[in-house]
């Protein structure tokens, strides 16, 4: 259950990996003073590799054009995998991510919001999947004892820190006093709510080969015709359609 995390930023992907019984290996991060272009594994080593190339490319808050390094950080998510030759490797991003693909592996693409699984803040993020198995990632989701949601935690974020770190599934009083207070806000809304971690290592550990998955990339299983999970799955799909075209169109620029 060795697993290597790359782009691990302050490690809240880590923490719910390392609290579901990984021991986390963390690779370089630019925020520490790494760089993945540097950066190479030996083969065999880990089970796993998990991970978030940076998306300020893919994201709707992005004002200005393209700067080309989301496409190359991606790039390298790949060829890390491909030295390392995981047993499964996860990759979480924005909607608008494109596709990530690597030869041998199954491919398997989720949308999930964290709100779904235990958090109070609704945060849509895209998680990315494959296996040397053919192995799928089967999401649990729990209803919700919430009355109410905030809004997505940002980079950007003018809420006070400890409100941040409370909805990303931190400490209120999580601090780096190397960081400044910019600094600190932009690493923690960067980060991976904890809940959503911790559902994602545990669908990892709890993976299933053969099983059938709604087509709206939900994560939920579905027997005999079934190809929507509920009515909500089957509008997802279609309103899908656009922004998946979209990230195609624009991952071949």
Known sequence: MLV??????????????????????RGPDLIFGGDIRRFSVPSGRFDGIIGGPPCQDFSKARRGIPTGQGLEMIQHYQRVVMEAKPIWWLAENVPGVPDIRIEGYNWQRL????????????????????SLDGSQLVMDRKKSTWPSYFSTVLANDSRPIPVMARLQGLPDDFDIPAFTRGALSRAIGNGVPYELAKALADAVI??????TLCVCSCGRPVTGKQRYANGACRKRAFDRRTVTGQAINYATM
């Open 4 to 25: 290597l995390s790359l782009f691990p930023g302050i490690g809240l992907l880590d923490r719910g990996f390392e609290d579901a019984g990984f021991s986390v290996v």
């Open 206 to 211: 709890c993976r299933q080969i053969g099983v």
């Open 111 to 130: 949308d999930l919001n964290a709100s779904d699984f235990g958090s109070q803040q609704r945060r849509l993020r895209h998680v990315q999947f494959g």
